[in-house]
């Protein structure tokens, strides 16, 4: 569900005001790294900041502060609308077919986000773009649109409500919900915005972004700077500076122990 508009409004000014107390407390405009020494627990962290803002000198901007020079932005260009097609023909063309979000995500340059933003939904997107670019593509759109079935749904290795191997994030995180106590976390929020939510572990809070691949945080273009953990279904590449737990290591390591146990019994 989306946020209604004033919800948005509040947190864009909070953050305004958290930035401004930390600025006051300084004496002068704060730079990244001192707005997370001295922000209050309670306050949005940098992450959320950023992605909300989509830069810390904007959010400075926004609350009438003057950026550090070594904080000002390198110019990038705002992407189009025509981008986001072009983009999305390319992937189709290199699959060979329609992708859904989650092989969308791990191929293109761009999420699905923007794409929800200027069609209103991936659907409508997906539906829009074939219709009005069909010959942009090396194969018939009209029987594949927006479907990917063509493979079978791999049986999870052990017994749990969930059935089979997750093949998006959504699965992912419901994956982590049913194993997280024998993990040993506790889950304390999930939302829809960076980082995706809020664990605890022996007594520590820690923040958390869920993805199916380890490759798509950075196709995300999430921070690398962030201060948290990464819980994906399958660690396809290492990020320097950011933890990852990979639930399909977990699992399989689960069900090759279990594999060994009955092994060891039945020899008795």
């Keep these: 569900m989306n946020k209604h508009s004033y919800d948005i409004m509040d947190e864009k000014q909070s953050i305004r005001l958290s930035i401004k107390r ?4 300084l004496g002068k405009t704060p ?3 001192e707005y997370k020494q001295h922000r209050r627990k309670e306050e949005f962290s940098l992450e959320q900041i950023t992605y909300k803002y989509g830069t810390w000198s904007e959010a400075l901007r926004m609350a009438k502060l003057e950026p550090n020079p070594s904080q000002q932005p390198p110019h990038q260009p705002k992407i189009t609308k025509q981008d986001l097609i072009e983009e999305f023909i390319r992937v189709s063309n290199e699959v060979g077919k329609i992708p859904g979000t ?3 995500r791990s191929k293109a340059k761009y999420s699905w986000r923007p794409y929800m933003t200027n069609w209103g939904s991936w ?4 539906s829009q773009i074939t219709e009005q670019y069909a010959r942009r593509f090396n194969f018939d759109v009209d029987s594949k649109r927006a479907k990917d079935t063509s493979k079978r749904r791999k049986k999870l290795e052990i017994d749990l409500p969930l059935k089979f191997v997750p093949s998006n994030e959504d699965e992912t995180v419901i994956l982590f919900a049913l194993l997280a106590n024998e993990l040993g976390f506790e889950i304390l929020r999930v939302q829809s915005d960076f980082p995706d939510g809020i664990l605890r572990k ?3 809070e820690i923040l958390v972004e869920f993805e199916f691949l380890s490759s798509n945080y950075l196709q995300h273009c999430h921070p690398l700077s962030f201060d948290g953990i990464c819980i994906c279904w399958r660690k396809d590449v290492d990020i320097e500076g950011i933890e990852i737990l990979s639930l399909e290591d977990y699992v399989r390591g689960k069900h090759n122990n279990a594999i060994h146990t009955d092994a060891r019994s039945s020899r008795r």
């Design 22 to 25: 930390v600025a006051e407390l």
């Design 31 to 33: 730079t990244m790294k």
């Design 102 to 104: 989650h092989l969308f």
């Design 123 to 126: 659907r409508k997107a997906v």
């Design 202 to 204: 022996d007594g520590k």
